[in-house]
């Protein structure tokens, strides 16, 4: 890696291929073949992906993102000048809008601080680590691409403390097992004086209703649709399959017993979906292929998350209305 000004530009010429393409058709082809089927979310995130994601984020409709923005700016310069972190790593970066939050508290007091944005999308990170490295003289920028589902290795030394940051809610697209796991991988990689800072989208309750909640995701413009939609583009383009987008509907709504938003590509008729290597995957009118998730939260079903993973909750903010919660964690015993 390099840093500095000009930095992400140079590794954006060799960008390696972020698809393993053998690995990626066995693991959709199973999630097809499974009775309640489904396809990873993280295959939402090419290029088009990431930049209909990022408009969705600036949609009325969709409050975590200036929720979250909010409590970033409310509590993240009183955060910093007391703990100091020098180094942040942030797992989906993304346009790493918000985090400049976090990095302008940051060069206040340490103008040479590491940044190490991480996402699966290589061309959409590297144009952002460029355009930061132009923002902040003296910050280190190393982008890393990488999938944090897998086992996350940063390719460049942490300066102490550091802190790992999972903001927008990204948690939420875990299941409980995975979202343990994730956290723990987290855990293991925070040393004595390192936080875990994490954005948590709250559970309907008195100042959230269950209307507001599902209207972030079925926005009356389409963009949640045509971003839920273009997963099925991105498995046509990179493993050659022909799922004919205009024979699926977009579902999504808010599952109370799970505690989660449900995404799904429901089938307008019946259909074969077919693969280049053989593969088929038959498909029911009205049958449904889960796309994600994205789970709620509450302060006890974060404390047991954390408890699973070997964090210890260190602090706890939340907005006005309850909508959404800012949390920072540290390693158990720490």
């Known amino acids: 890696m390099t840093e500095g000004r000009g930095g992400a530009a140079e590794q954006a010429g060799a960008v390696a291929d972020p698809y393993d393409r053998e690995a990626m058709l066995a693991e959709v082809v199973a999630g097809l073949r ?48 007391e703990l100091r972190p020098r180094s942040l790593v942030e797992l989906g970066a993304g346009s790493a809008d918000k985090s400049r939050i976090i990095l302008d508290a940051m060069v206040r007091h340490t103008p040479d601080a590491l940044y190490v944005p991480v996402d699966v999308s290589g061309d959409f990170l590297y144009a952002v680590a460029e355009r930061l490295s132009e923002e902040y003289d003296e910050l280190a920028v190393h982008p890393e691409v990488a999938d944090m589902t897998g086992d996350l290795v940063i390719g460049t030394e942490l300066s102490e403390p550091s802190w790992i940051a999972l903001l927008g809610s990204t948690l939420g697209n875990f299941a409980s097992g995975g979202a343990t796991r994730l956290l723990r991988r987290m855990a293991d990689k925070l040393r004595r004086g390192d936080r875990f800072l994490l954005g948590v989208d709250l559970k309907p309750g008195p100042g959230k209703s269950r209307e507001r909640l599902e209207l972030a995701y079925n926005d009356p413009a389409g963009l949640t649709e045509e971003f839920s939609r273009n997963i099925l583009r991105v498995l046509n383009r990179e493993l050659g399959s022909d799922f004919d987008l205009d024979a699926f509907r977009y579902v999504s709504f808010y599952n109370a017993d799970e505690g989660r938003i449900e995404t799904y590509q429901e089938s307008t008729r019946d259909q074969v979906v077919r693969f280049p290597d053989g593969s088929e995957i038959v498909l029911a009118e009205g049958e449904r292929i889960r796309t994600e998730i994205s789970a709620k939260y509450d302060r006890a079903t974060v404390e047991e998350l954390f408890a699973d993973a070997d964090l210890a909750m260190d602090r706890w903010v939340e907005d006005a209305r309850a909508y959404y919660a800012l949390v920072l964690a540290v390693p158990t015993g720490s």
């Open 34 to 81: 499974r009775p309640d089927k489904r396809i990873s979310s993280k295959y939402h995130y090419d290029e088009v992906g990431s930049e209909l994601f990022e408009q969705i984020t600036r949609l009325d409709e969709y409050y975590p993102t200036r929720t979250e923005r909010a409590l970033l700016e409310r509590w993240m310069p009183v955060w910093v000048d």
